[in-house]
């Protein structure tokens, strides 16, 4: 069996016949233009490093979260993420990233792309049980997509284990 990765999409091949898999879809709100325009601003505002001015114009966003769909609050605490990412404030880059994907319902690969910044982040700070717990939840989401696709998140589990053990070890010498 050949599996290819293009572009987001997966293309399986058995015995040079196509194989379709039906999915699922999960409908999902759009994101209104004007909610749009300020999140786009809040960015323009952070790429040019007014990180403070970017937080003003979220927190102006946030402020009318009780009149904002799921995708625009998932849209708008990605937006205050990265930004918290930008400027190394990691723990609270976290806390922004797992209120994203509080937010449902979202986009699949949306959510995917999150839960896995989400695992990095936490093995950067250590938490491995963490780290495994939205690998595993990225690997769901991961079989929903491409079904013959397997991505074993244990073996990371194993590793890991095995790598804080050594580093203990060496570090207790």
């Not at 196509?18 to 994101?31: M, N, S």
């Not at 990233?97 to 509080?102: G, H, I, L």
């Amino acid at each position: 069996m050949t599996s290819v990765l293009s572009s987001g999409v997966q293309v399986s091949v058995v015995n040079a016949q196509e194989v379709e898999v039906e999915r699922k879809t999960k409908r999902v709100p759009t994101l209104r233009s004007k909610v749009y325009d300020q999140l786009s601003r809040a960015q323009g505002l952070a790429d040019a490093g007014n990180q403070a001015e970017a937080f003003v114009i979220l927190d102006n966003v946030k402020s009318k979260a009780s009149s904002m769909n799921s995708y625009e609050l998932a849209m708008m605490f990605n937006f205050y993420a990265f930004i918290h990412y930008e400027a190394e404030n990691y723990d609270q880059a976290i806390a922004a990233f797992e209120n994203v994907v509080q937010q449902q319902p979202i986009p699949e690969t949306f959510e995917q792309a999150t839960l896995f910044s989400l695992a990095q982040l936490h093995m950067m700070r250590g938490n491995y049980d963490k780290t495994i717990a939205n690998i595993e939840r990225w690997e769901d989401i991961q079989k929903t997509l491409y079904p013959s696709k397997d991505i074993p998140a244990k073996k990371f589990g194993i590793k890991s284990s095995s790598y804080v053990s050594k580093a203990r070890l060496c570090y207790s010498i």
